[in-house]
């Protein structure tokens, strides 16, 4: 399985700039269009709000993992987002949060694949040493490395 | 204790997932034997068959929509709780379980 199918560099940013919550989310969008992983970054975006609405995806720690399955989504897609500045999101800690890892799903995700790896990540992030690695990470590299260690 | 649990969401792309990692870490550590069962994007996994209901103590329901065969534990006591709360504190949640024996 080529990872890289789910994330790579161009899907990974750092000291991005957010003054809240929607902006942040709106970076996530833009940050997976620009890497041609959407039709048009609304759907997802809107997708991101409307699950945030339902209850916030900041698991505390300062870190979140937005998320949307929806229609416009071309295949599954990890991205992960450093922001420069925390901003606050309504976490379960009600800390405010700066790392962001942000999956997006096609409505008509077909195979599982896929899915178990995604499922492989959440499951990865209760676990405090990968998501400390996540924070110390200074480079995109160390990033990338991080994430899809856990998928060998 | 032998406790099994349901984690569901509705997107089922992550909080179930992490509800489950929480619940299994938290229930290791309390000493408690655990099978979480996951409904999520990949549909049922990790299936409660009948032989688990069998010798199960108790039922922990962390899930934030309807969920499939949900009357499998008619007979048993449950604890629910919205699906956030195994993913913030999952030793609270069996905590509060065992409580309600």
């Known amino acids: ?152 | 204790m032998n406790i099994l649990a349901v984690t569901a969401c509705p997107a089922g792309v992550a909080h179930t997932y992490m509800a489950k990692k929480g619940l299994e870490k938290a229930a290791k550590k309390l000493g408690h034997k655990i099978k979480v069962e996951t409904q999520g994007s990949m549909g049922i996994e990790n299936e409660i068959k009948a032989k688990d209901l069998e010798k199960a103590d108790l039922v922990i329901l962390a899930i934030d929509t309807k969920i499939e065969k949900a009357n499998r534990f008619d007979s048993k006591t449950i604890h629910e709780v919205p699906v956030a709360a195994a993913v913030k504190n999952a030793a609270k949640v069996i905590e509060d379980a065992t409580a309600k024996l």
């Open chain 1, 1 to 152: 399985m080529n990872n890289s199918q789910l994330i790579n560099k161009s899907l990974i940013e750092l000291n991005v700039h957010a003054q809240t919550k929607n902006e942040a989310l709106r970076e996530v969008a833009n940050i997976a269009y620009n890497a041609g992983r959407l039709e048009s970054g609304e759907s997802y975006l809107n997708g991101m709000l409307e699950r945030e609405n339902t209850s916030t995806t900041g698991f505390g720690g300062g870190v979140a993992i937005p998320h949307a399955k929806v229609d416009g989504v071309l295949e599954p897609t990890i991205s992960v987002i450093k922001l420069k500045q925390a901003v606050e999101w309504n976490a379960m800690d009600d800390k405010p949060v700066q790392l962001l890892i942000a999956l997006a799903v096609p409505k008509k995700q077909e195979g599982t694949v896929h899915l178990k790896l995604l499922a492989k990540l959440s499951e990865n992030l209760m676990e405090e040493d990968f998501v400390d690695s996540l924070q110390s990470a200074n480079t995109k590299e160390e990033i990338l490395k991080t994430i899809t260690s856990i998928f060998k």
